[in-house]
């Protein structure tokens, strides 16, 4: 028989990922066409976006494809992880987007403190 403890221990770990993953579905919203120009995070998000982008160079007749990576970061840019979430479509878009993660660290720094975000997902 489970105890009530366990029963809400699973409650709180449940409830703590779906917020992590509705911090994460909020912040992939703010690289996309419609982003929420209002949250802190958002001159941020895109100061990274920008600077990863300068760092990707394409492999040539491949400017169409997209896919999603996941970056951790500590405070000071310093990127700790990342994960390709969704191919690009080809093993040299994919090798490209992580070579352009490599020489994008660190990533900038936030203006405001409170718009640090240590956990995104990145949309290429």
């Known amino acids: 028989m489970i105890s009530r403890a366990a029963i809400f221990v699973f409650m709180l770990i449940t409830a ?8 994460s579905q909020a912040l992939e919203k703010a690289l996309r066409a ?3 120009t209002t949250s802190p995070q958002h001159d941020y998000i895109q100061a990274i976006r920008e600077h990863l ?7 040539s007749g491949q400017d169409t494809a997209s ?13 700790v992880a990342f994960e390709l ?9 994919d090798r490209s987007v992580k ?6 660290d660190p990533l900038p720094r936030p203006r405001r403190r409170d718009a640090f ?6 949309a290429f």
């Open 67 to 79: 896919c999603r990576v996941r970056l951790e970061q500590r405070r000071g840019g310093h990127i």
């Open 117 to 122: 975000v240590p956990e995104l997902i990145i």
């Open 99 to 104: 070579q352009a993660i490599l020489a994008a």
């Open 34 to 36: 419609d982003p929420d």
């Open 16 to 23: 703590a990922a779906q917020a992590q993953s509705g911090q």
């Open 53 to 59: 982008q300068r760092h990707w160079q394409r492999p």
């Open 85 to 93: 979430l969704e191919s690009c479509g080809s093993d040299a878009l």
